[in-house]
């Protein structure tokens, strides 16, 4: 029971479309599957390392330091920036030579972390939601809660990569390049929005 409903808090938590989400079905369309699902799985490690820190509450020692907010902020918006440059610029050269043009695996690790920890808010609301299903299950219990949550984030992360893969087949090379373009545009805006942010909280 307390694994079932891991994975149904799981889904409510990685199902909303953000940088995440972007990033992940990005990689679907851009490479070929054997390349996404790598570059996919390293998004879901760390992102199963934020859940585990939100479910045992990190996300409230963040909230009560301002000075590692503002820095996580403002280096996470400014890491978000340069990975929505290199996502529109991969786009264009895309659409000039018609290549798969993959990222190395150290900056898809690189990038995986920034993706799924750049910006602490979400790691503060996380250790909300999540730790308040933690104080309603018993130790045992909380153990399978979060393992379904872990899971529920493997199930969706890899899932939708695969899909998105499957249709890249289907799609003209200028429509996924336009959907590069886009994607690369929302996380660039984002890395802004984060970096004004932890500005503004810095002032």
């Known amino acids: 029971m307390a694994y079932l409903q891991g994975l149904l808090i799981g889904l409510a938590f990685v199902a909303p479309i953000g940088m995440q989400n972007i990033y992940v079905f990005n990689n679907g369309l851009s490479y070929k599957l054997s390349r996404a699902l790598l570059y996919t799985l390293f998004v879901w490690f760390f992102d199963a390392l934020f859940c585990l820190a939100a479910f045992y509450g990190i996300g409230a020692i963040i909230s009560h330091n301002q000075i590692v907010k503002v820095v996580v ?42 993706v799924s920890w750049a910006n602490p808010q979400a790691l503060i609301d996380g250790t909300m939601m999540l730790g308040a299903s933690r104080g309603t299950l018993t130790v045992a219990e909380s153990i399978f809660f979060i393992i379904g949550v872990v899971t529920s984030s493997f199930i969706w992360d890899l899932g939708m990569t695969s899909a998105f893969n499957l249709l890249r087949h289907r799609m003209p090379a200028k429509l996924l390049v336009g959907i590069n373009l886009v994607s690369g545009l929302i996380v660039f805006g984002y890395g802004i929005f984060l970096l004004v942010n932890g500005i503004h909280q810095a002032i």
């Open 73 to 114: 902020m403002i280096l996470g918006g400014g890491l978000t920036m340069y990975i929505g440059y290199n996502i529109i610029r991969s786009a264009n050269q895309r659409a000039i030579t018609s290549a798969d043009n993959h990222i190395s695996v150290k900056q898809a690790i690189m990038t995986a972390i920034v």
